[in-house]
């Protein structure tokens, strides 16, 4: 087993000294598990992907971009459609103030820099859920660009995230443009259906830098703009709605070599399908480009049901989309306060700074003013700004019981009541247990009346109905911490005794055997013990019984 | 009495002299004597004599909506006039009854205007004769002529235009020999002895010089209300770019279409301008500023008027005629105590390209919206989305509408910008 590994080995190092570098420092075993590491290893060495973003988030304004038909999501068919919507001939387009303010507002909140100029394109090609033949959008000069969004990658789940780590990606331009109509493609009638309910809604692309370069980091940007997004209120970020959608361009090279041919896989509609897309795309990039094979810039779409990204347009055809001015709307003017007009009516114009002094505070001051001001480690801070209703349930025990220390409140929170509610398939907002009565609780920790292990059986307790106050709970269970050392010492001796087997095991060199003697104490104790002035105790015990 | 101009009506209308449904009903009979010269694709005569109706009670109440009230008007078929037929002169919109009506035909309307029905056009508004339309062409009147019989015998006396404070005067057969000469052929004899009326408005101008209305609208992009104006012995008047609302006007060129207006004096002119001229919020290229409303003094003094005649104009090419009445009109503008000078515009021969241009590119764009899907033709072949376009585009649009959508996709792969450019530059001249 040992040779073929060696010569593989060493033939890779004769080949190519620099793939193997890394692997030189580490120590080669042979072994049949082990192999498949070094190869991955390998691999993960040669390719850097390479990852940008556009997405778009549609406004949540009550009219369209350019006519006045409603913007609801689930309204009968082909029932917001304005003329202009439909394309009917001698109509013109309206440019909707709520929608530029929209605009901006993000803009600011995206740290870019504002045009005070920005102008209207049109973008040709066929297809029936476009009735003009073009769509409206900001190709040349768009309403903002230069922008930078600042977020956390951290996933628990996946191995390579599990520490939070700070991020900045640029955001090269937003732009203001009209979403097209549905196309439902009825493949057993030879029918499309079209509906145009959507047609013209103002849609916000934000096309990112392509500073990524991996599925988690992608993801993590999509939800931190879902936040951003929400907190000014211009987006209701519903991806299962469709009213944020994500495009991504992908594409790997080899470290020093220039960037790749790259891929898009465009209407991804949940942070999931981000993440798992971006994956495929790269596996297939490596995939292909190791075959010896050559990358085809191509449009793709993501199918869910099996995980694959499939082509989707025709691959002879290169789209031109044939951009021209769209001459019947003038170009969009905005101004500050050193500008702002004083002959234009108010109602008309819109002021940059006016609207920079309402952006109300953005989810990245809310989590460092948890983690700085408050205390509380960088996962909790995002899990509390990623969750509104936990926020407010959060902020409601606080002020329940201004004395309680934040990171404790949390303490409980994540642990605890996360896991009845998980259990009970409830969500934050659906909590019967009132905050104040929460605070109690955690007061009652604070005050070191109760063990960690009482304090979850507590909230069980009372996350199940039970009415009495906490304090009365604690009497009618003796579940009252046990101070006194001597009771403590009695229950660590007993368990020694009755566990000579891992007490021996345990001075073997197995840690894990002093768990067991740990438990003996807290079962018998029903968890009023605090565990580290048992550990101490039996610790004692164990090295005077030797 | 269809020879008056809309005000002296106005005039005789409100003394109770006329009733409007007397001149309405005098239009519709003049429509329908030169129906030869196919000014209209549709007449509307029914809601038109219940308008003059309304218009007679309103009048007779001492009610008048305007001074226009109760006056005939037509409307090119590229306006939107919701419930009826809007063609463009083009097989691709021939089943088309817009759902709304544009806004200078609401504003007139408003004002108690009585509309006579839809002219007829270039298809598409593409052309200079009136003559590329699925519906026929439209002739001049004065094809009709005795003079212009006379001059095709051989016997040529150049054309005398006389005028007096705004108002044209032509010498016309008397109104029993024309009769005579309608009611002797009523089809042509000779299929090609006619003479076009200019386009792509034609059919307008022909309504307004055959008397078959007062006022009529058109669309005027590179002169074509200025042009069959001239043709046909009317005048037309094209406003300047954003005076007068292009919502409901099917466009040719949006950066260029201008609503305008035909009429038999100019006084005409003012009253309809008052009435269709300014902001509309539904058309975002018109201008904010309020539109102030004017009348034109009878005694006009030119004596501060500066009048520049570009060299560049005095083309190659030019006919003696053309030249004379230039010369003509530079002497009344003199004599009169305006100054005239010479002045130079030199990039002239550069305007036309630049216009092509633009003009094929946006078109290229405003008809993309013709696939047969929404509105309008579309075609019984249908094998797929691709081919029921392809099919529906061919089947609906003459070639010089298909000419000029390749010929502007072609350029907006490549030079728009650059026409754009001059474009700015050619205006910066004036």
């Keep these: ?546 | 009495m269809v020879l008056l101009t809309a005000r002296e009506v106005a005039l005789r209308l409100r003394n109770g002299s006329l009733s409007s449904t007397d001149v309405v009903s005098q239009c519709i009979e003049r429509s329908r004597l030169a129906r030869v010269l196919n000014a209209f694709i549709t007449h509307t005569h029914e809601s038109a004599m219940s308008r003059a109706a309304e218009a007679d009670r309103r009048i007779s109440a001492g009610q008048p909506l305007s001074q226009l009230d109760g006056i005939p008007v037509a409307f090119k078929d590229n306006f939107c006039t919701k419930g009826v037929k809007t063609s463009c002169g083009s097989r691709m919109l021939r089943n088309f009854y817009p759902p709304y009506s544009a806004t200078v035909v609401q504003r007139l309307a408003g004002k108690g205007t009585v509309m006579m029905g839809k002219t007829n056009m270039d298809e598409f508004a593409m052309g200079s004769g009136s003559v590329d339309s699925i519906y026929g062409p439209s002739r001049n009147p004065w094809s009709r002529s005795v003079r212009y019989r006379e001059r095709r015998l051989g016997d040529a006396e150049p054309l005398r235009v006389q005028a007096t404070s705004g108002q044209v005067s032509y010498s016309l057969p008397s109104s029993t020999e024309k009769q005579k000469t309608c009611e002797d052929d009523e089809t042509l004899s000779d299929e090609d002895d006619w003479l076009i009326a200019g386009g792509s408005s034609g059919g307008s101008a022909v309504a307004v010089a055959t008397g078959a209305s007062f006022i009529a609208l058109g669309s005027d992009t590179g002169g074509s209300v200025r042009n069959p104006a001239s043709y046909c012995g009317v005048f037309g008047y094209k406003p300047t770019y954003g005076l007068v609302s292009r919502h409901g006007l099917i466009p040719l060129v949006n950066s260029m279409d201008a609503p305008s207006i035909f009429a038999r004096s100019t006084d005409d002119l003012a009253a309809a301008l008052e009435i269709v001229a300014g902001h509309d919020i539904r058309d975002s290229t018109t201008v904010r500023e309020q539109y102030k409303p004017f009348s034109l003094p009878d005694d006009l003094s030119v004596k501060d008027l500066h009048v520049g005649i570009p060299t560049e104009y005095h083309a190659p090419g030019l006919s003696q005629g053309m030249l004379d009445a230039w010369s003509w009109v530079a002497d009344l503008f003199d004599n009169a105590g305006a100054k005239v000078s010479r002045v130079s515009l030199p990039h002239t021969q550069y305007s036309i390209v630049c216009y092509s241009v633009l003009c094929a590119c946006e078109v290229a764009s405003n008809m993309a919206r013709y696939d047969g899907i929404q509105f309008g033709h579309r075609s019984e072949q249908g094998s797929s989305t691709h081919a029921l376009y392809a099919a529906t585009r061919h089947e609906g649009f003459n070639d010089v509408v298909r000419g000029r959508i390749f010929a502007g996709n072609y350029f907006l792969l490549k030079r728009y910008i650059c026409a754009t450019r001059s474009y700015k530059g050619l205006g910066s001249c004036y």
């Excluded at chain 1, 990204?309 to 001015?325: A, G, H, I, L, N």
């Design chain 1, 1 to 546: 087993m040992a040779t073929p590994i060696a010569t593989k080995t060493f033939r890779s190092l004769k080949h190519n000294f620099l793939k193997i570098n890394n692997l030189l420092y580490t120590r080669i075993p042979f072994c049949k598990k082990k192999h498949q590491i070094i190869e991955t290893a390998k691999q993960a060495d040669q390719w850097q992907a390479v990852i940008g973003l556009e997405i778009h988030a549609q406004i949540n304004s009550a009219s369209k971009l350019f006519s006045g038909s409603g913007t609801s999501f689930s309204s009968v068919v082909n029932n917001q459609v304005a003329l202009f919507d439909a394309a009917i001939p001698g109509t013109l387009p309206v440019l909707n103030k709520k929608c530029v303010e929209a605009g901006v507002l993000t803009g600011l909140a995206l740290n870019c820099s504002i045009n005070k100029v920005s102008k209207f394109d049109r973008k040709h090609y066929f297809y029936a859920d476009l009735p003009a033949g073009y769509q409206i959008t900001q190709q040349r000069q768009p309403i903002a660009h230069n922008g930078r969004i600042n977020f956390t990658v951290f996933n628990p789940a996946s191995p390579k995230h599990t520490i939070p780590r700070d991020m900045s990606v640029g955001i090269i331009q937003l732009q203001l443009e009209q979403d097209s109509g549905k196309s439902l493609h009825d493949e057993d009638n030879q029918h499309t259906l079209v509906d145009l309910n959507r047609a013209g809604i103002a849609l916000m692309e934000i096309v990112t830098a392509p500073d990524m370069s991996d599925s988690e980091e992608a993801a993590a940007l999509v939800k931190e703009l879902q936040l951003v997004l929400q907190a000014i209120d211009t987006c209701n970020c519903k991806m299962e709605e469709g009213s944020l959608r994500v495009d991504a361009n992908v594409s790997i090279h080899r470290p020093g070599e220039p960037l790749g041919v790259r891929t898009e896989v465009k209407n991804l509609n949940s942070i999931r399908f981000v993440a798992k897309a971006i994956n495929y795309e790269i596996a297939e990039h490596k995939r292909i480009l190791e075959s010896g094979g050559v990358i085809v810039n191509e449009t793709k779409s993501f199918d869910f049901k099996t995980g694959k990204t499939v082509s989707m347009r025709d691959k002879e055809m290169k789209q031109d989309y044939r951009f021209m001015p769209e001459p019947n709307l003038p170009p969009l003017r905005v101004y500050d306060n050193s500008d702002f007009p004083t002959t234009k009516k108010s109602s008309q114009a819109i002021n940059i700074d006016t609207l920079r002094a309402a952006l109300p505070v953005l989810p990245a001051e809310k989590r460092h003013h948890l983690v700085h001001q408050q205390g509380l480690s960088v996962a909790h801070a995002l899990m509390l700004v990623a969750d509104d209703d936990l926020m407010q349930y959060y902020n409601s025990v606080l002020a329940a019981s201004p004395h309680l220390t934040p990171k404790l409140v949390m303490s409980v929170l994540a642990t605890d009541l996360l896991a009845c509610l998980y259990k009970a398939k409830l969500a934050i907002s659906d909590c019967y247990l009132l905050p104040r009565l929460f605070a109690e609780v955690c007061s009652l920790l604070q005050a070191e009346a109760i063990t960690t292990t009482t304090t979850t059986k507590l909230i069980q307790l009372m996350f199940n109905g039970e009415t009495l106050p906490p304090a009365d709970i604690i009497e009618n269970y003796e579940w009252h911490k046990i101070t006194d050392r001597a009771e403590i010492q009695r229950h660590c001796e007993e368990a020694v005794e009755r566990n000579p087997k891992a007490v021996r095991k345990y001075r073997e060199g197995k840690p894990r055997y002093f768990t067991k003697l740990v438990y003996h104490v807290q079962t018998k104790s029903n968890g009023c013990t605090d565990p580290l002035v048992v550990t101490e105790i039996l610790k004692k015990l164990i090295s005077e019984v030797s």
